[in-house]
């Protein structure tokens, strides 16, 4: 195995033919990276009634293909960000868009759904070293004083690869059929190849002994299992938005599905616009202070959503949901930034799996705890033929809930404050 040494100034790795940093073309290519693996989580969804129509599937049967992506993600992202740590992180990006890219041209042509149901299994695993990768990138990227805007822009470029997936997928659909949500990621992964293959940086390797398991002492680091527990607190938190919204939108306010579809695009948007002002807030003001001011925001948009009458109809909904989802970018800039700070560059990539796994465990388990708070909440067997005031009782209580996992977290960020203190942290 061999061991790859950064250099000390991160820029020197990135000096363009007429000798100019190419930092940016380095983050362009990572932003890219990040929101394609995000693309081809939402825009998958959308297309689930037309599969099921191809294919004389059931809707449970459809629903595999968005599962198989989700389980590949899940399962292996962080082994594949130890592999990055071990055989070059460059190296393994450019393999992981190659994968992605060329699953998606399989899962495009799939003459049956079995097969594409195993080609986004292939497509979920390209898009966990992605994910991994990418965000383990920044720290040999762009210089420690910026990670916190690097941090935010891949934050923004996530939202927005979630924002704009249904709405694409639509449109793709109705223009040229199933098979174009997918194959729509081919010229993009191309795209994505020939930036990262130019711009980021190439590591020299060494010899040297280092173990190709996973270092398992980085888990008694308590400031980082405390980052790795709020993102998926937080994650979880989130969830609830996509979960609940649809039907109380639909069910409560009686919102046609064009306008459930709008209302519900509010969010990623603000994340996408929050994402690279949180991260320049978290360079100067420190990642424990926006740690806090985020979370803060999060429990004060739940709190408004769970007190909030269903007579002030979607402004009553979209007022709280803007402040929660801003107080999210906050979040996860400073998180991210906070959780991949002071690791080693030989860890860089299975930590920022850990984190992206921490994510990935909080929206399933929000999906799953927090639909069945909304469903008992709501005292119905199904939740779909509901009376609009069971729905928004419902809605009412599973944002309580919420409130509570961030308090919670806040919790866990004011101990994280005392032994980032006590480590003299900035």
Wanted: aromatic share 6%; proline share 5%.
């Amino acid at each position: 195995m061999s061991k790859f040494l950064i250099a000390e100034r991160p820029v020197d790795l990135l000096v363009g033919r007429a000798g100019t940093p190419s930092i940016r073309w380095a983050l362009a290519s990572l932003s890219l990276t990040m929101g394609l693996s995000s693309l081809g989580t939402s825009i998958a969804h959308v297309g689930l009634p037309t599969l099921a129509q191809a294919f004389d599937a059931s809707f449970s049967q459809v629903q595999s293909v968005v599962i198989a992506y989700l389980l590949a993600v899940t399962t292996s992202i962080v082994v594949v960000g130890r592999l990055g740590d071990l055989l070059g992180r460059r190296r393994l990006l450019l393999a992981g868009i190659v994968l992605f890219t060329a699953a998606s041209v399989l899962c495009g042509i799939a003459p049956t759904l079995g097969l594409l149901v195993a080609a986004r299994a292939a497509q979920g695993l390209g898009a966990a070293i992605l994910l991994s990768l990418s965000m383990a990138l920044v720290g040999e990227t762009v210089p420690k004083t910026r990670s916190g805007r690097a941090m935010g822009l891949l934050g923004t470029m996530s939202a927005l690869g979630t924002a704009l997936g249904p709405s694409l997928g639509g449109f793709l659909i109705a223009g040229f059929g199933w098979r174009a949500l997918f194959l729509v990621n081919v010229p993009l992964g191309i795209l994505g190849f020939v930036l990262a293959r130019r711009h980021l940086p190439v590591a020299r390797a060494e010899a040297s002994a280092a173990s190709p398991s996973i270092p398992w002492a980085m888990f008694r680091d308590p400031v980082r299992n405390g980052g790795l527990a709020m993102s998926a607190l937080v994650s979880a938190v989130m969830m609830a938005t996509l979960v609940v919204g649809p039907f109380y939108l639909s069910r409560a306010l009686g919102l046609d599905a064009a306008m459930v579809g709008l209302v519900m695009s509010i969010g990623p948007l603000v994340s996408a616009l929050a994402g690279v002002p949180a991260g320049r807030c978290t360079d100067r003001f420190g990642t424990p202070r926006m740690t806090w001011v985020g979370l803060v925001a999060l429990a004060l948009g739940c709190v408004a959503l769970s007190a909030m009458p269903a007579t002030l109809g979607i402004a009553g909904y979209v007022g709280p949901l803007v402040v929660l989802t801003a107080g999210y970018a906050l979040f996860q800039a400073a998180n991210n930034t906070a959780v991949m700070a002071d690791v080693g560059p030989d860890q860089r990539g299975v930590v920022s799996g850990l984190l992206n796994l921490a994510r990935n465990l909080g929206l399933l388990a929000g999906a799953s705890a927090m639909g069945a708070v909304f469903a008992l909440a709501a005292a119905t067997a199904d939740v779909t033929t509901a009376p609009p005031a069971a729905v928004a009782a419902g809605l009412r209580v599973t944002f309580a809930v919420a409130a509570a996992l961030v308090v919670v977290a806040l919790a866990i960020a004011v101990r994280q404050h005392a032994r980032i203190s006590a480590r003299g942290a900035p």
